[in-house]
């Protein structure tokens, strides 16, 4: 399959459909609990629907509606799951304030992360494979070493208010969090050797109510965020024309640099509206031209961002449409 695009959320099904013709070619059910958040594996052999308290491996290739594998541990709702870019392992976040990897072969916990009481609500792999961030309702971002198997950075851009989601630009270079207050936060990450720097570069009032998904671009040039105000937005994350970056010029001061891409970058470029109710989870094609995203409205859309069109609708859910995975990477 070239291209692997699926659904899930309240109504324990998991949804295959065919990206163009908008036609569902299987249904998974998921009995023991709705399913929070789906991942492709790099390979696409793999789907990771995350529950309640466990994460259910699939063959995306079989007929099968049994999972290959079940990776169980969690003792609370599972917020956030990915894979390591040649899918050895998977980083998972939960309500049980713990962020685990998980050896896929044998489904067995080869590390566990404590964010303490606080529920976790997200995490992502860092493109080096050595990272881990993740987030948690009581305000907190951290950054985990995989080596040293420990916490490198704490950030807390605004105390007491829940961070709901993280993403990390496919170049390593960018670190961005949305907050339930509406606000986005964003750090250039810099690495020298091996170790990570976090400069802040920016925040910015992305919704005025809850921003659930925050999702940057495959080509780095934009930034989604998704919120309980029933809109999805598409973000500018291009410097200002002719601003000097950290990669582009050597001689330039990097603050100065940073200071350019907080004056001009993150512009509102267009809001997806049309959906009914909060929009959970979004999902860019790999060329960046078109976003799904995932709404309590039952309904997944396929967006052409060049034209801020619907031009797909995937109905078949019964309840809230809460996750979405795409994986339409060339093989070659």
Known sequence: ????????????????????????????????????????????????????????????????????????????????????????????????????IWDVRTGSVQRNYSHGTTAVNDVVIHPNQGEIISCDRTGNVRVWDLGESKCTHQLIPDEGVSMTTVTVATDGTLLCAGSNSGMVYVWRMIQDRDMTSLIPVTKFSAHLQYVTRVLLSPDGLHLATCSSDHTAKIWSVDPRPGASTPQQSKGDDPLLSLANMANSAFNLETTLTGHQRWVWDCAFSADSAYLVTACSDHFARLWELGTNNVIRQYNGHHRGCVCVALNDYSNC
């Open 1 to 100: 399959m070239s291209v692997i695009l699926c659904t899930a959320g309240y109504d324990h099904t998991i949804r295959f459909w065919e990206a163009l013709s908008g036609i569902c070619q299987r249904t998974i059910p998921h009995i023991e609990s709705q399913v929070n958040r789906l991942c492709i594996s790099p390979d696409k052999r793999y789907l990771a629907a995350a529950g309640r308290h466990s994460v259910k491996l699939y063959d995306i290739n079989s007929t099968n509606p049994n999972p290959v594998l079940t990776f169980e541990g969690h003792t609370g709702n599972i917020t956030g799951v990915g894979f390591h870019v040649e899918g050895k392992w998977m980083a998972t976040s939960s309500e049980d304030g713990t962020v685990k």
